[in-house]
Nanobody
């Protein structure tokens, strides 16, 4: 079983930056594809980014491409989401997730991920 815990959320002004962390425990996720999603009030959960087990491949939603960067440190069993040039529409609860397959295409659908964190709130003020 994998437990995921997000941290690093908070309140930031428009144009600011935050770095979210997702720490895994229970078992290593170094061979898992990892992803980040978000959910704003009244909206469906939205895919943001995914990263291969080695970190060599990444995939971004158009809405965050060029502003957000996903990375991982397998030695620390941790995945990161660096968020720059934040906008009020980025306000949401941010979730990390683990896809229990080592290889293959980087998934962007909720149902393809096996483990989820509890989320961390990001609020961007205008």
């Amino acid at each position: 079983q994998v437990q995921l815990v997000e941290s690093g959320g908070g309140l930031v002004q428009t144009g600011g930056s935050l770095r979210l962390s997702c720490a895994a425990s229970g078992r290593t996720v170094s061979t898992y594809i990892m992803g980040w999603f978000r959910q704003a009030p009244g909206k469906e959960r939205e895919f943001l980014a995914a990263i291969s087990w080695s970190g060599g491949r990444t995939y971004y939603a158009d809405s965050v491409k060029g502003r957000f960067t996903i990375s991982r440190d397998n030695a620390k069993n941790t995945v990161y989401l660096q968020m720059n040039s934040l906008k009020p529409e980025d306000t949401a609860v941010y979730y990390c997730a683990a896809h229990g397959v080592m290889d293959g295409p980087l998934p962007n659908q909720e149902y393809e991920y096996d483990y989820w964190g509890q989320g961390t709130q990001v609020t961007v003020s205008s």
